[in-house]
Structure formats: C-alpha cells, structure tokens
C-alpha cells in the first residue's frame, strides 16, 4: 500500500507541475489586443485620435496606420492639435466602452483641406511613411493627429494595438506545490523500501519445530571464500548506503533547480494584495477635503500651459538658426520671411539689399545653432502666442543671443520679432522654469516702475539727451554700451564734424510693434521693444549738396543728393524693469541695431 501511495503521489506531482508549465506555454494568455476603425467613406483630410481612445486599454500603444500613399502622423498637445485643425472636417476616433473597442465620426467644418502638416513647431513628434508603425505613450493631454497630403482624404485604416498581461499567478504555486509533491513522493517511496525491507519475516522452521540445519563449510573454503579478492565490495551495505545517499541527493539539485526556473518572474505568481508589507503601525494621511459651500479646486486660479516643451523651443531655435543661416548666405528675404517677423525681418531685408551691392557690408545678428540656455515659454492656449529664448553660440567669446518669437496662428511657425545680443554684463532676472512658462504681460501695465509702452520712447530721449533726460534717473547707465555707439556723445560728435554746409537733425520714434514683456519671479518683467532712430541731413547752402556713406549710400543707391537724405536705424532692445515701487533701476541687457532705411528728402 504504501508504494501505491507514493506512485499516486509522483503522478499527482507531475500532473500539477506539467499544468503550471502549460499555464505558461500552450494556456498562455495573448500578449496584445488590437482594435482598428476605417474612414473610407469619409472625405476628410484629419483624423484626430484623442488621449481618451488612445487610452481604451491600459498600456503603451502601437499605433498602424495605411490606407493611403502617403502617411504622415504627429502628436501634440489636444489644444493644439484642434488649433491647427481650425475649421477643417476631420475624423474623430473615440473609444467605446461597452463594445471595448474605436469607432469614428465626422466633425463637419468650413474646410476641406489642410496645410502640410510636416514639421509644425507645434507637434512633439511626427511620424511619415507607408504603411506607418509606431509606439508611444500619449499623456492624458496629448492627442495623435493624422494626415496625408493635406488635400486628399486622410488615411483609412488605422489600429490601435496595446500589451495585454500575461501574467499567470498559478503557475508558480503549482510548479513549486508539483516538486514539493514530487520531494514527498520520493520521499514516501524510500520510506516504502526501508519498511518493506525491516519487515521481512525470519526463515520456516523445520517440521519438528527446531531450525534447519545448515551445512557447515570446511575451514578451508570458509578461509578462501573470505579472502579479499573474493568479496564484492559492491555488495557490502556500506556501499549500498552510499547508492542510496547519492540517488536521494539527486532530489534536491533538481528541486532547486525547478524552484529558481519557477521564481524568475513574478508573472508567475499571485500579486500581493494592496498595502501588504505596510507597518502595522503606520497612519492613515489626512486628507484635505473642501469646506462647505467652497470648492478648493475652483477657488484656484487657472494657470494655462506653457506654449511649448523645452524639446520644442530647442527644435525651433535649431529651425529658425537654419534659416537664417540659408537665408543670410543667399540674401534671399522670402526665405527670412518664413522665420522672421517685424523689426527682426526689417533689418534682414535691409541687410540683403545692402550687402548685395556691397559684399564687403556687415551682415546682420547671427542666430547660433548653440545651446539654448534659456527657455520661457507664455502660459496660453490660444493664439497669438509668443516665446523668449537665450542662445549660447558654440563660440564662447561671442555673447549670446536673446530671441524673442512670435507664433500669429496655430498653423504659422514661430517667427522671430525681436533678437538682441547680451551686453557683457548682463544678468538676466530669475524666471519661472520652462514647465511652468510666464504671462506675458499687457503693454500698458501699471504694475512696472515704467509701463513697457512707454520704454522705447523714455530710452530714445535719452540716447538724444543723455542725463540730462528727464527719464535717465530711472534707468541704469553703467554697463550700457548702446549709448557710447548711439547716445548724446556720438550724436554731438557727428553733428559737429560736419561741414557748415549742412545740417543734421537727429530724432526717434518708436516702433508700432508691441512690447513684448513677460513677468520675472521677482514681479518686475523682461521686456522687448523696437525703436527707429533716424537721422535727417540736408544741405544749408545754396547749391550745396549731401553725400552719403558707407551702408547709408549702398541703401539709398546715390551718390550725392542736393535735397537731403533721411536715415533710419532699427534699435531692438531688451530691458529688465523692475516693479512699481522697487528702487531698483531699468537695466538694458541686450540689443541689435542696423540701418533699415534710407531716402532722399522730397
């Protein structure tokens, strides 16, 4: 009995490890489940996958895409994505719970095409190609975008694939529970022998009760039978001992073994339950509920995003030093158009021109491809919207360049309205990181010891006066280079180095752009504003006539004029101004300035 006990339990022990490991091989559970929607019959150009169809089922999602002969996928924050969409019929993808799987509708709208989506400041990634795969995890505030060509319809067949669990927790326990088993059989089997061995009866006695007896050997083959060489040491219960050790120590090397291969992952075991391991003597944390009648989340603020990520403000710098680059080296101004705006194009366009008659001319402010090593992005969703940056040139004995762009509309890019170089002392106010991003500040705020409308105007009459404007006590004069190049002196020195037969006149207005500012941490604000210095030579005697110069002549495209002629410089500069009642002075941190225009006087 007891050896069909152990057999019983061998088998049982190899019954339950061969089902835990078909648990894992033949019973395994999928890996990923998929679902797919097609927008054949529909005509539009967008399809717009929201995070709440990406997220139907938990996990990463690999996303396949066809349909179409060109396929073109990007992602972006939901706002922005249905910014760019604007009024365009597109395809919603949504999630069905109860089915468990996408559907689709149209959004109608006033549009029937869309732009190339292909390399949109907004995006944060962009996919292309035919068929198209890829992976990713969205946030609850991204959604995918999907396009062909902008004007044929968008692609029809898009899948949405997501990992599945495969864990199965009674795997291990039955591995582990079969070779358990298998030790007690074993076990139970040896436990079998030793009995069956200790419990075998003595010889029959003889019919008349006494022994049998047994037939003595003579001495001489006892003493040959007991030799040495006779005796078979195989046979000697010593090493039959040592047989049995050696075949009961196989047992535990294979239990081991099997216990290790069962443990190597936890999907082969039973989760633990919520908070098992926690201290027994741990407390509960309070939790901070609303008081009656008021709702902490509502009484809050709302703070909008900030415009863009840092991975973003880096990859438009990187687009927009590419273009300048190109741009600059052809004197093409429709390509400096693409990528420059306002008093920033102005000066390119200028530059061009002069440069194309005169090789030799200065070229305008370069933008670097360096290192961007400030980014502070506006707190909107909407449109306009704007972005201020510091690039470091990868030469380091060139300052660095302060950017400040522009975005009209979601399908613009961002163009650059304002670039100053730093002055060598510049110390840039501390700033809210780019996660978090800045307001941009109303023009004509009042919470500024200056409101930023009134800077360019109070900073020109100083250039023209120098102390002796009634706006210089409120701005610093140490470190500010633009007034040694442009200010009272070099105004005073020209107008005295010209010859009695002529007159120059010096003034300043500024420019109709707005001040761009945005709010530092410590209240006061970072602000960029443009002004045009102009200066306006006419002959004083009768027959006298005016000659211009250097980029001035190359501009105007004369040589002599007896009428006069008007020059304009376009002065972009950037300040830090301090709050209202602060004793702190505005500081100029940077600016750039070049000739804009030149004419003759009518």
């Given at each position: 009995?007891?050896?069909?006990?152990?057999?019983?339990?061998?088998?049982?022990?190899?019954?339950?490890?061969?089902?835990?490991?078909?648990?894992?091989?033949?019973?395994?559970?999928?890996?990923?489940?998929?679902?797919?929607?097609?927008?054949?019959?529909?005509?539009?150009?967008?399809?717009?996958?929201?995070?709440?169809?990406?997220?139907?089922?938990?996990?990463?999602?690999?996303?396949?895409?066809?349909?179409?002969?060109?396929?073109?996928?990007?992602?972006?924050?939901?706002?922005?994505?249905?910014?760019?969409?604007?009024?365009?019929?597109?395809?919603?993808?949504?999630?069905?719970?109860?089915?468990?799987?996408?559907?689709?509708?149209?959004?109608?709208?006033?549009?029937?095409?869309?732009?190339?989506?292909?390399?949109?400041?907004?995006?944060?990634?962009?996919?292309?190609?035919?068929?198209?795969?890829?992976?990713?995890?969205?946030?609850?505030?991204?959604?995918?975008?999907?396009?062909?060509?902008?004007?044929?319809?968008?692609?029809?067949?898009?899948?949405?694939?997501?990992?599945?669990?495969?864990?199965?927790?009674?795997?291990?326990?039955?591995?582990?529970?079969?070779?358990?088993?298998?030790?007690?059989?074993?076990?139970?089997?040896?436990?079998?022998?030793?009995?069956?061995?200790?419990?075998?009866?003595?010889?029959?006695?003889?019919?008349?009760?006494?022994?049998?007896?047994?037939?003595?050997?003579?001495?001489?083959?006892?003493?040959?039978?007991?030799?040495?060489?006779?005796?078979?040491?195989?046979?000697?219960?010593?090493?039959?001992?040592?047989?049995?050790?050696?075949?009961?120590?196989?047992?535990?090397?294979?239990?081991?073994?099997?216990?290790?291969?069962?443990?190597?992952?936890?999907?082969?075991?039973?989760?633990?339950?919520?908070?098992?391991?926690?201290?027994?003597?741990?407390?509960?944390?309070?939790?901070?509920?609303?008081?009656?009648?008021?709702?902490?989340?509502?009484?809050?603020?709302?703070?909008?995003?900030?415009?863009?990520?840092?991975?973003?403000?880096?990859?438009?710098?990187?687009?927009?030093?590419?273009?300048?680059?190109?741009?600059?080296?052809?004197?093409?101004?429709?390509?400096?158009?693409?990528?420059?705006?306002?008093?920033?194009?102005?000066?390119?366009?200028?530059?061009?021109?002069?440069?194309?008659?005169?090789?030799?001319?200065?070229?305008?402010?370069?933008?670097?491809?360096?290192?961007?090593?400030?980014?502070?992005?506006?707190?909107?969703?909407?449109?306009?919207?704007?972005?201020?940056?510091?690039?470091?040139?990868?030469?380091?004995?060139?300052?660095?360049?302060?950017?400040?762009?522009?975005?009209?509309?979601?399908?613009?890019?961002?163009?650059?309205?304002?670039?100053?170089?730093?002055?060598?002392?510049?110390?840039?106010?501390?700033?809210?990181?780019?996660?978090?991003?800045?307001?941009?500040?109303?023009?004509?705020?009042?919470?500024?010891?200056?409101?930023?409308?009134?800077?360019?105007?109070a900073y020109g009459d100083i250039l023209r006066n120098g102390d002796e404007s009634q706006w210089a006590p409120q701005f610093q004069g140490e470190g500010d280079t633009l007034r040694d190049k442009i200010g009272k002196a070099y105004k005073d020195a020209?107008?005295?180095?010209?010859?009695?037969?002529?007159?120059?006149?010096?003034?300043?207005?500024?420019?109709?752009?707005?001040?761009?500012?945005?709010?530092?941490?410590?209240?006061?604000?970072?602000?960029?504003?443009?002004?045009?210095?102009?200066?306006?030579?006419?002959?004083?005697?009768?027959?006298?006539?005016?000659?211009?110069?250097?980029?001035?002549?190359?501009?105007?495209?004369?040589?002599?004029?007896?009428?006069?002629?008007?020059?304009?410089?376009?002065?972009?500069?950037?300040?830090?101004?301090?709050?209202?009642?602060?004793?702190?002075?505005?500081?100029?941190?940077?600016?750039?300035?070049?000739?804009?225009?030149?004419?003759?006087?009518?």
């Open positions: 009995m007891r050896f069909i006990i152990a057999v019983v339990v061998v088998v049982l022990a190899a019954l339950m490890v061969a089902l835990g490991f078909a648990q894992r091989t033949v019973f395994a559970p999928p890996s990923s489940v998929s679902s797919s929607v097609s927008t054949s019959s529909s005509e539009a150009t967008v399809t717009v996958v929201p995070a709440s169809a990406l997220h139907g089922r938990e996990g990463r999602q690999a996303v396949s895409i066809d349909g179409a002969d060109t396929v073109f996928a990007a992602t972006g924050r939901t706002s922005d994505v249905l910014g760019w969409v604007g009024d365009a019929d597109y395809n919603l993808v949504e999630w069905d719970a109860d089915a468990g799987e996408l559907t689709t509708r149209t959004v109608a709208g006033d549009e029937t095409a869309v732009p190339d989506p292909a390399d949109s400041d907004l995006w944060y990634d962009q996919y292309s190609g035919s068929p198209l795969t890829f992976s990713l995890d969205a946030p609850d505030d991204v959604s995918l975008v999907v396009v062909s060509d902008g004007t044929e319809p968008a692609p029809a067949d898009l899948a949405v694939t997501w990992p599945l669990s495969q864990a199965t927790p009674t795997a291990g326990p039955l591995i582990v529970g079969g070779l358990l088993t298998l030790l007690i059989g074993v076990l139970l089997y040896i436990w079998a022998i030793v009995h069956h061995r200790r419990t075998r009866g003595p010889r029959r006695t003889s019919s008349d009760g006494s022994r049998p007896k047994l037939s003595r050997p003579s001495r001489r083959r006892a003493l040959k039978a007991g030799t040495p060489e006779s005796i078979d040491a195989s046979s000697s219960p010593g090493a039959r001992r040592g047989r049995t050790r050696r075949s009961v120590a196989v047992v535990p090397v294979l239990l081991v073994g099997s216990l290790a291969l069962a443990g190597c992952s936890a999907d082969y075991w039973p989760a633990p339950a919520e908070g098992a391991g926690a201290s027994s003597s741990a407390t509960a944390t309070p939790t901070a509920t609303p008081t009656d009648g008021a709702d902490a989340e509502d009484d809050a603020p709302s703070v909008q995003p900030p415009v863009v990520t840092v991975a973003q403000a880096e990859r438009i710098v990187e687009r927009v030093a590419a273009v300048a680059s190109q741009a600059d080296g052809a004197l093409d101004a429709a390509l400096a158009e693409t990528r420059f705006t306002g008093p920033a194009l102005q000066q390119r366009q200028a530059d061009y021109v002069i440069r194309a008659k005169d090789a030799a001319a200065a070229g305008p402010l370069a933008i670097p491809a360096g290192d961007v090593t400030l980014t502070l992005p506006q707190q909107s969703d909407t449109w306009p919207r704007t972005l201020f940056t510091v690039v470091q040139d990868a030469d380091a004995t060139k300052a660095p360049v302060a950017l400040t762009l522009l975005q009209e509309t979601a399908r613009d890019p961002y163009k650059v309205e304002y670039a100053q170089s730093l002055e060598a002392q510049a110390t840039l106010p501390t700033v809210a990181p780019a996660t978090i991003g800045a307001a941009r500040l109303a023009p004509d705020v009042k919470l500024l010891t200056l409101r930023p409308d009134q800077l360019a105007e020209k107008r005295t180095a010209l010859p009695t037969t002529a007159s120059i006149e010096f003034s300043s207005t500024p420019v109709e752009d707005d001040a761009v500012a945005f709010a530092t941490n410590d209240a006061g604000a970072l602000v960029s504003v443009a002004l045009n210095e102009v200066e306006t030579v006419k002959p004083t005697a009768e027959g006298a006539s005016v000659e211009p110069q250097g980029v001035v002549k190359s501009l105007l495209g004369l040589d002599t004029s007896k009428k006069g002629i008007e020059a304009t410089y376009g002065v972009q500069l950037l300040f830090q101004v301090p709050p209202v009642g602060s004793d702190d002075k505005i500081v100029l941190l940077g600016f750039s300035q070049a000739l804009i225009q030149a004419k003759e006087l009518p």
